[in-house]
């Protein structure tokens, strides 16, 4: 590039949106299928597809365990695989602040190109475009993800049965905690960093070895007590939870307690949770365990048809000393703008 900022020329079409084209994302996504430069990308698949897009408009760029980069393909790809799927393409839109470094746009690109070679998906067609100072916040990414469906049914929110088992695949509310702390420049007593991952490979051996798997959902806005209702509501069930089971880091709760925040409402962007019969659990838990994704991988409650245990939709939350308290759906934002 000649400058040291991305100017409104490099969103023209003209000859320094090909230099920034080619000098940045061609260069980091290179493949065959993107190489080609057509206006859409021919892709050789067969079969039922799963396919999500997703906006990625977090602030700051960058924070402990990722950047809007990595966010925007685990992000994506994480929604495809909850459907089941194998992630194999995503695209990538980029709406750039005028003004915007030049090294800060190739760092966000090179953290893209990392996340899509670890979660073993390619680059295939994208867009850019450069808006006038002041008209967004340094930068926003869109990205679509597409794969191929493995599980037969796929896992969907409406097949949670009474008797099944609730599990996650590991600590609650990293994310949208660390996201805080960056924006509001606070320190915590232990180092806390985003769980920012690609969970497709888990849930690629999940779907080898289980089969049957009722749900499949990643826990990111409103967190897992948000998450789970909408669940219980798809399936008219009644999701009761166990609160000492339930993995939060120190960190996280001492940093939720300090500020007033809920664990259970915050941002994951690396965790999924996983439902399935009670004589799966067992097996389900040593697949997520056995990856580095999903260590601290837990069974945190149960299904149950809604009558004697609550009304259809609901959440309860068995609390340590034995009460029980109602998981409502999260009302407004505790932090806004967390992906």
Same mark, same amino acid.
């Given at each position: 590039?000649?400058?040291?900022?991305?100017?409104?020329?490099?969103?023209?079409?003209?000859?320094?949106?090909?230099?920034?084209?080619?000098?940045?994302?061609?260069?980091?996504?290179?493949?065959?299928?993107?190489?080609?430069?057509?206006?859409?990308?021919?892709?050789?698949?067969?079969?039922?597809?799963?396919?999500?897009?997703?906006?990625?408009?977090?602030?700051?760029?960058?924070?402990?365990?990722?950047?809007?980069?990595?966010?925007?393909?685990?992000?994506?790809?994480?929604?495809?695989?909850?459907?089941?799927?194998?992630?194999?393409?995503?695209?990538?839109?980029?709406?750039?602040?005028? &003004?915007?470094?030049?090294?800060?746009?190739?760092?966000?690109?090179?953290?893209?190109?990392?996340?899509?070679?670890?979660?073993?998906?390619?680059?295939?067609?994208?867009?850019?475009?450069?808006?006038?100072?002041?008209?967004?916040?340094?930068?926003?990414?869109?990205?679509?993800?597409?794969?191929?469906?493995?599980?037969?049914?796929?896992?969907?929110?409406?097949?949670?049965?009474?008797?099944?088992?609730?599990?996650?695949?590991?600590?609650?509310?990293?994310?949208?905690?660390?996201?805080?702390?960056?924006?509001?420049?606070?320190?915590?007593?232990?180092?806390?960093?985003?769980?920012?991952?690609?969970?497709?490979?888990?849930?690629?051996?999940?779907?080898?070895?289980?089969?049957?798997?009722?749900?499949?959902?990643?826990?990111?806005?409103?967190?897992?007590?948000?998450?789970?209702?909408?669940?219980?509501?798809?399936?008219?069930?009644?999701?009761?939870?166990?609160?000492?089971?339930?993995?939060?880091?120190?960190?996280?709760?001492?940093?939720?307690?300090?500020?007033?925040?809920?664990?259970?409402?915050?941002?994951?962007?690396?965790?999924?949770?996983?439902?399935?019969?009670?004589?799966?659990?067992?097996?389900?838990?040593?697949?997520?365990?056995?990856?580095?994704?999903?260590?601290?991988?837990?069974?945190?409650?149960?299904?149950?048809?809604? &009558?004697?245990?609550?009304?259809?939709?609901?959440?309860?939350?068995?609390?340590?000393?034995?009460?029980?308290?109602?998981?409502?759906?999260?009302?407004?934002?505790?932090?806004?703008?967390?992906?």
């Amino acid at each position: 590039m000649s400058t040291d900022t991305i100017l409104l020329d490099a969103g023209s079409g003209g000859r320094a949106s090909q230099r920034l084209i080619s000098q940045c994302f061609l260069r980091h996504f290179d493949n065959p299928m993107l190489a080609v430069m057509d206006d859409a990308a021919t892709l050789d698949m067969a079969g039922p597809i799963a396919m999500s897009t997703d906006s990625y408009t977090v602030t700051p760029l960058f924070f402990p365990g990722g950047s809007i980069g990595t966010l925007a393909v685990h992000g994506t790809v994480n929604d495809v695989a909850m459907m089941g799927a194998r992630p194999r393409y995503i695209t990538c839109a980029c709406i750039i602040e005028e &003004g915007l470094p030049v090294d800060t746009l190739e760092r966000v690109v090179a953290d893209m190109a990392a996340a899509a070679r670890t979660a073993g998906v390619q680059v295939v067609t994208g867009d850019t475009k450069v808006v006038p100072r002041g008209c967004c916040d340094k930068m926003f990414i869109n990205t679509t993800g597409i794969g191929s469906i493995m599980a037969r049914p796929a896992p969907s929110g409406h097949r949670a049965c009474s008797g099944d088992a609730v599990l996650v695949s590991g600590s609650m509310g990293d994310h949208g905690l660390t996201i805080m702390g960056c924006r509001e420049g606070l320190t915590f007593d232990s180092a806390i960093t985003s769980d920012s991952a690609p969970l497709n490979h888990m849930v690629a051996a999940l779907v080898e070895e289980i089969g049957d798997i009722h749900v499949l959902r990643d826990p990111t806005r409103g967190g897992l007590a948000t998450t789970l209702n909408e669940i219980a509501q798809q399936s008219g069930v009644v999701v009761e939870l166990e609160e000492t089971s339930i993995p939060v880091h120190a960190g996280v709760k001492n940093g939720c307690s300090f500020l007033g925040l809920d664990p259970l409402y915050l941002a994951n962007e690396g965790k999924l949770i996983c439902i399935v019969p009670e004589a799966c659990a067992a097996r389900a838990l040593e697949i997520m365990r056995a990856s580095p994704y999903g260590r601290d991988a837990a069974r945190v409650g149960t299904v149950h048809a809604a &009558g004697q245990h609550g009304r259809p939709g609901q959440v309860l939350l068995k609390t340590p000393i034995g009460g029980k308290r109602l998981l409502s759906m999260l009302e407004g934002a505790q932090l806004p703008r967390i992906c």
